[in-house]
């Protein structure tokens, strides 16, 4: 017997026929049952689905240029770093001295370009360089003792 034929059974009085409760009642035993067949949550999310699919759509959209502004600013604040860190490198070669906290802060984001820098597997290029002699100046300041020191 097929579903269509359990359809066609009699009609219960002004309403739906016996076939149509009879597969409403086993629908409901399978959900409710111990096999993992649900066949509501099934019927009830392709329902959902296309009844929100221009929702859905909008969200995707939203989601792409959210998407596209995270990276925008990420960009940037690579660039800041990678700025700054040049800028430092090139105020050491030229002889201007730093206090030791302006070193540490740069130091930290040395650390963190070069972390996003592996973490992402973009190159690198000049910014090696220049923390290889933030790092050289640095240690050259402890051994000297030679940082701007700090008004008391």
Known sequence: MSII???????VKDGMSIGGW???IILSLLQV???NVNPWSSILKWLGNHLNADLLKRLKDVEDKLDGHIKAESDKELMDMRR????????CMNHRKHTQE???FVIKECDTYEKYI?????????????VKEI???YEQCIHDNSFLKEDA
Do not use: M, W, Y
């Open 84 to 91: 700054d860190i040049l800028d430092f490198c090139n105020a």
């Open 5 to 11: 034929d359990i359809l066609k059974l009699p009609q």
């Open 118 to 130: 592996e973490d992402n597997h973009v190159k690198n290029g000049e910014i090696t360089a220049a």
């Open 33 to 35: 049952s111990k096999i």
């Open 102 to 104: 302006q070193f540490k």
């Open 135 to 137: 790092r050289r100046i």
């Open 22 to 24: 009879l597969i409403i």
